[in-house]
């Protein structure tokens, strides 16, 4: 039996989560094909990635893993994204945000904007952070990237907030898989901001609840998407090891055949298949039981 047949007659849906880093960080001329190599290793269902970009000038970068990809699967995808602000890049045509790759078609996707801290001195505190959404094959997919400074949890809490309500208002009851969300949420497990939306937190008097894949099913370690001692992009940075990228499942609570229930959650993208690592961050493999998965 073909990997092929044999994933699409497994009942999981198989998701890939990366910042790939394709804009502010070097080599991505090389580090694009160590991503390629790893989608085809992995055999992803769905793939959620961030710091994708494109331009008047210059084609999508999720597009060009797309068309290089094709010894993984006819992925179907979509892409949206901010400019910069004002001052921080020369380029006015310049969209960064994240791309979801499926499978299956994307039926419907959309841009969200979610909100930034407009009083800021700091440029990247008043970059427009993304939360993509893309209903594809029965599944609600969401892909973020909230801002990156330490001292911003106050910003970042605010963000988390209007994801729940973004995912809450698309969402419908009933459907048989939780909505999954993907992301850089740029914040360590615990942070107020991530303990909020896996429900060990209550903000304003609101609370929900995400699944954190990692520690219900994650390998043997702390499932450090950065860290300065395995990775040289990040080493440079001057930064302690962190575990920033997640995968976050809702809740599975009575769904038929057990859907959402997280089966087993493992780093990605972490080794250098072609010579170089992916990206400065580590990106994670999830599997997600899936009973009602299309053929």
């Given at each position: 039996m073909?990997?092929e047949?044999?994933?699409?007659?497994s009942?999981?849906l198989?998701?890939?989560?990366?910042?790939?880093?394709s804009?502010?960080?070097?080599?991505?001329?090389?580090?694009?094909?160590?991503?390629v190599?790893?989608?085809?290793?992995?055999?992803?269902?769905?793939?959620?990635?961030?710091?994708?970009?494109?331009?008047?000038?210059?084609?999508?970068?999720?597009?060009?893993?797309?068309?290089?990809?094709?010894?993984?699967?006819?992925?179907?995808w979509?892409?949206?994204?901010?400019?910069?602000p004002d001052?921080?890049?020369?380029?006015?045509?310049?969209?960064?945000?994240?791309?979801?790759?499926?499978?299956w078609?994307?039926?419907?996707?959309?841009l969200?904007?979610?909100?930034?801290d407009?009083?800021?001195?700091?440029?990247?505190?008043?970059?427009?952070?993304?939360?993509?959404?893309?209903?594809?094959?029965?599944l609600?997919?969401?892909?973020?990237?909230?801002?990156?400074?330490?001292?911003?949890?106050?910003?970042?809490?605010?963000?988390?907030?209007?994801?729940?309500?973004?995912?809450?208002?698309?969402?419908r009851?009933?459907?048989?898989m939780?909505?999954?969300?993907?992301?850089?949420?740029?914040?360590?497990?615990?942070?107020?901001?991530?303990r909020?939306l896996?429900?060990?937190?209550?903000?304003?008097?609101?609370?929900?609840?995400?699944?954190?894949?990692?520690?219900?099913?994650?390998?043997?370690?702390?499932?450090?998407?950065?860290?300065?001692?395995?990775?040289?992009?990040y080493?440079?940075?001057?930064?302690?090891?962190?575990?920033?990228?997640?995968?976050?499942?809702?809740?599975?609570?009575?769904?038929?055949?057990?859907?959402?229930?997280?089966?087993?959650?493992?780093?990605?993208?972490?080794?250098?298949?072609?010579?170089?690592?992916?990206?400065?961050?580590?990106?994670?493999?999830?599997?997600?039981?899936?009973?009602?998965?299309?053929?």
């Open positions: 073909s990997t047949t044999a994933r699409a007659a009942p999981t198989r998701v890939a989560q990366l910042n790939v880093g804009l502010l960080e070097p080599h991505w001329d090389r580090r694009r094909d160590e991503v190599a790893w989608l085809e290793r992995l055999q992803p269902d769905v793939v959620c990635l961030q710091e994708v970009w494109e331009d008047a000038s210059n084609a999508n970068t999720a597009a060009w893993l797309v068309e290089a990809s094709r010894g993984v699967a006819r992925w179907h979509c892409f949206g994204g901010f400019p910069f001052g921080l890049w020369p380029d006015p045509s310049m969209r960064f945000g994240s791309a979801i790759f499926s499978r078609p994307i039926e419907r996707h959309e969200i904007a979610l909100p930034v407009e009083t800021s001195d700091d440029p990247f505190s008043r970059l427009r952070s993304e939360l993509l959404y893309a209903h594809t094959a029965g609600d997919v969401f892909s973020t990237h909230l801002v990156p400074a330490p001292a911003q949890a106050y910003h970042r809490v605010r963000q988390v907030l209007a994801i729940d309500d973004a995912i809450r208002s698309r969402h009851a009933g459907t048989a939780p909505p999954i969300l993907c992301g850089d949420f740029n914040a360590e497990p615990p942070s107020d901001e991530m909020f896996t429900s060990h937190a209550v903000i304003d008097g609101r609370s929900t609840y995400f699944q954190d894949a990692w520690p219900i099913a994650g390998a043997d370690g702390a499932g450090l998407t950065q860290d300065p001692h395995a990775n040289p992009n080493a440079v940075m001057n930064l302690p090891p962190k575990r920033i990228d997640y995968v976050l499942v809702g809740d599975p609570f009575r769904r038929p055949r057990g859907a959402g229930v997280i089966e087993s959650a493992a780093l990605a993208f972490h080794e250098p298949l072609t010579g170089i690592i992916a990206s400065d961050h580590f990106g994670l493999l999830v599997e997600v039981r899936w009973p009602q998965r299309p053929s």
